[in-house]
């Protein structure tokens, strides 16, 4: 691991193409590093699972509707079997206040779908602060690579 990493050449990669594909090696320390220089350089950041993210433009940007976990045996009520949907904020609502880029970083990216990328890689075309990190898998060294060649190829 390199005793200094300035993490210019990242972060011109990442504002030229706003979605990176990262493969990291797995001891890890690269990833913070690099998110403290992104922080370092005005980027209001926000770390989060690729777990769970269902429809991805909805969940980031827009609130949406969750039901609790089913349970078992309920009454089907008003409530129907699984409960009430519950409105949750957007998960960028924070940042998307302020005039600082944006900067969102995937950890677990290998779990999502190529329709789930595509969507992300199509999200940073129409958000113009907002940019992405997904972490795809890990390698023996630090490399980084545009989103949508990981697509291409």
């Known amino acids: 691991m390199a005793l200094l990493m300035t993490g210019r050449g990242f972060r011109n ?3 030229r193409h706003g979605a990176l594909a990262l493969f ?11 998110l403290r220089r992104m922080r370092a350089a ?14 991805v433009e909805a969940f980031l940007l827009g609130s949406h509707g969750i039901r ?9 009520g008003r409530e129907a079997a699984v409960g009430e949907v519950q409105l949750v904020a957007p998960q960028l609502a924070s940042q998307l206040l302020g005039d600082a880029p944006i900067l969102l970083w995937l950890l677990e ?3 999502l779908s190529e329709a789930e990328l595509t969507a992300l890689v199509t999200l940073t075309g129409s958000h113009p602060r907002l940019r992405l990190v ?14 949508a060649d990981v697509l291409a190829s």
């Open 13 to 15: 990669d990442l504002e």
């Open 24 to 34: 990291a090696p797995l001891e890890g320390g690269f990833e913070t590093r690099l």
């Open 42 to 55: 005005g980027y209001a950041s926000q770390l989060t699972s690729a777990r769970g993210l269902g429809d």
């Open 68 to 76: 609790p976990p089913h349970l078992g045996h309920h009454s089907v």
């Open 109 to 111: 990216g290998q779990v």
């Open 134 to 147: 997904v972490e795809l898998g890990g390698s023996r060294v630090l490399r980084w690579q545009p989103l």
